[in-house]
């Protein structure tokens, strides 16, 4: 599924989707956020993302996505009717503007060097209820475009998680918001859903003392969707 600049969300999600999880609603912080960037910035970040059907359409999910600007979250929830709840590090809560921006759209925190039992509940909690649930295993954004290292810490939560794991890759957001600057800069922006993770694979991962490995794993997953995006603007 294409969605070349879309101009509502209704056109770029199924209508499986709006129907099974409707009882999800934006609050009018992101739905503002999300008018915003559809009428202004997508034509400045000629914004693409395929793969969208591949969300579920009747359960949440948690969503791997690599992390290039503050742009990020917005890029992945502006196709989608139902909105996103990302895990985000906890000391992006206490930046002025964005602090707020976070806590009014469904952004928990978490300490990105270990997740916390809360932070894990919650998120488990929302999955349950139909959200999809954001987190950047990379913990910090990239200055050159190319995923980093991941945190282990995301790992805790992949082991309690039921439902689907799907990796998302964005691609030029970092030249849009390159990483220490506050302004939105003229850029090619791509999303792409990738497949979600080998349920089979992940579970025998999970398990304790393959941490290393299922780290690597969702790297090479998240570097595969990536390298789509990448694809996307060329």
Known sequence: MNTD??????????????????????????????????????????YRAEGLERYPADTGALLLINHQSYLDPMLVGLPLRRPVSFLARDSLFRVPVIGWILKK?????????RAGTASI??????MQEGYLVGVFPEGTRTESGEIGDLKPGFIALIRRVDQP???????????????????????????YVGEPLDPAC????????????FVEYVHKQLELAHQAAQDMLS
């Open 5 to 46: 600049t879309p101009t509502s969300p209704a056109e770029a999600e199924s209508p499986a989707s709006s129907t099974s999880v409707a009882h999800l609603h934006r609050n009018w912080v992101w739905r503002m956020i999300q008018i915003f960037m559809q009428t202004l910035l997508v034509p400045l970040l000629r």
């Open 105 to 113: 759209t469904y952004v928990m925190p978490i300490n990105r060097e």
């Open 121 to 126: 509940r919650t998120a488990i909690s929302r």
């Open 165 to 191: 794991i799907i990796p998302v890759g964005i691609s030029g957001a970092y030249r849009a918001m390159p990483r220490g600057s506050l302004l939105i800069r003229p850029a090619r922006v791509a999303v």
């Open 202 to 213: 992940v579970a025998e991962l999970r398990q304790r003392g393959r941490e290393s490995e």
